[in-house]
């Protein structure tokens, strides 16, 4: 484990001071330790603002092409008009977060996400009604956000202890999950009462405290002496070199891809809500479906003093994927709607611990030259991964039904992690 740059964050950041005994409720509450650096604390606060105004945008976007269209065909070539630009941009802006001060960069991009905010705003508010440009702005947006994420994960390694990483990553996902389950239901309330634009433009003005909180980080130059480095395909190469000669790094990827990919079964909620659990009223069973893995990662966060000490984090990583099939097995094998959503729900506590110590292991176990690039793919993982299982999966409810296809997923999530756990011990050997 590289530690070189613990003496590169700020004063009450440099050392890993060891915690005071907790007791009672406390060993049970969320470890805030992090944020009493207040880096951290500024970027985490501008997190909760921005996480849930970022999801007004993401409901607003596909409700107005909806509108203008009549058609989920569009909302579909909308949505993957904006992944492919997040995934070129997302592992070149790891390249260029390893060669630049990340703090400039996090500006700039910031900077940029929110303009696009405002551009949103602007042709609402104008009525222009132009499918083609949603969908360009989108796209732009995108690009800024993967130029944007690996650079802002990169950085938490610079201003947190080695020792912190996993209970700033569960601070940092917490507020994410809650954003997601948050923000869509406000933008329910909001849309018929003030309208899409204003949507966009709360948006823009959330994403102002953002670019507050990255203005007051200190600089967070490369750290070393070397020659300055081009972020060309000749660096991002490298990553992908750095990662398959380091076991650990290589497993922490292979590992949510097996989750996401084997085991999302998000595409078969339609189907589920419509004919397995259509007694309880379509609507309601689409939507608890939907909500069921987020509320579950956010009652882990809240509730992730326990585990966010644990220093094998290989072992913890394995255990939330074997954790997370068993659920969505359960999830699969669900009659009654109230017990698939708790499924569900344990299959969301398992999702945050497996991302809490993914995070840890790539800010660790890789160099600070490398971590943009890590991150970089790690962005394109989490996004890519679910929307592969969501043709995987809607092939395979159609052919063999939802419920089987679930569960069976879930079932190949625990066997092939624990093959992948048995053929390789790097991942269970790594602690920190």
């Not at 070189?4 to 001071?17: I, L, W, Y």
């Not at 007004?56 to 509108?67: E, F, G, M, R, S």
């Not at 395909?233 to 990919?261: C, N, P, Q, T």
């Amino acid at each position: 484990m590289d530690t070189s740059e613990s003496s590169t964050t700020e004063p009450d950041a440099a050392t890993d001071v060891a915690p005071l005994p907790r007791r009672g409720w406390r060993r049970w509450a969320m470890d805030t330790r992090p944020l009493r650096i207040p880096a951290y604390r500024r970027l985490w606060t501008s997190t909760i603002v921005t996480s849930v105004g970022s999801q007004l945008t993401a409901v607003a976007v596909p409700k107005q092409i909806y509108d203008l269209t009549h058609s989920s065909a569009w909302v579909g070539y909308a949505s993957l008009a904006g992944l492919v630009p997040m995934v070129v941009f997302a592992l070149w802006g790891g390249a260029v977060a390893d060669t630049v001060d990340r703090r400039k960069l996090l500006l700039v991009t910031n900077l940029g996400i929110a303009v696009t905010s405002l551009l949103f705003w602007a042709q609402a508010a104008t009525g222009l009604d132009s499918v083609l440009v949603l969908i360009v702005l989108l796209a732009v947006q995108q690009a800024f956000f993967g130029f944007n994420s690996p650079a802002r994960t990169a950085s938490i390694a610079r201003l947190v202890p080695a020792g912190e990483l996993p209970a700033a990553n569960a601070l940092g996902s917490t507020v994410m999950q809650t954003g997601l389950v948050a923000g869509p239901l406000l933008a329910g309330v909001l849309i018929p009462v003030i309208g899409l634009p204003e949507l966009y433009l709360i948006d823009a003005l959330a994403l102002c405290v953002t670019v507050w909180a990255v203005f007051r980080l200190p600089a967070l130059p490369p750290l070393g002496e070397g020659p300055t480095r081009r972020a060309g395909l000749r660096e991002i190469a490298a990553g992908f070199r750095y990662i398959s000669g380091h076991k650990v790094l290589l497993l922490s990827f292979l590992a949510d891809i097996v989750a996401m990919v084997l085991g999302m079964p998000r595409a078969l909620f339609p189907q589920l809500a419509a004919q397995t659990y259509a007694s309880w009223g379509e609507g309601l069973a689409l939507g608890v479906l939907f909500a069921g893995i987020p509320v579950g990662a956010v009652l882990g966060g809240l509730f992730s003093g326990v585990f966010s000490r644990a220093r094998r984090h290989g072992w913890m990583v394995i255990g939330a994927v074997v954790g997370w099939g068993v659920a969505i097995a359960g999830f699969g094998l669900s009659g009654n709607l109230w017990v698939a959503v708790a499924f569900l729900a344990a299959a969301g506590v398992a999702d945050m611990i497996s991302m809490v110590f993914r995070g840890a292991i790539l800010l660790s176990a890789a160099t600070d030259e490398m971590r943009g690039r890590m991150q970089g793919v790690f962005t394109v993982v989490v996004a890519g991964g679910p929307r592969l299982a969501d043709v995987l999966h809607g092939t395979a409810g159609s052919a063999f039904g939802p419920r089987a296809a679930v569960a069976g997923g879930g079932a190949l999530v625990v066997v092939v992690m624990l093959a992948l756990a048995a053929a390789v011990p790097a991942l269970r050997r790594y602690r920190i």
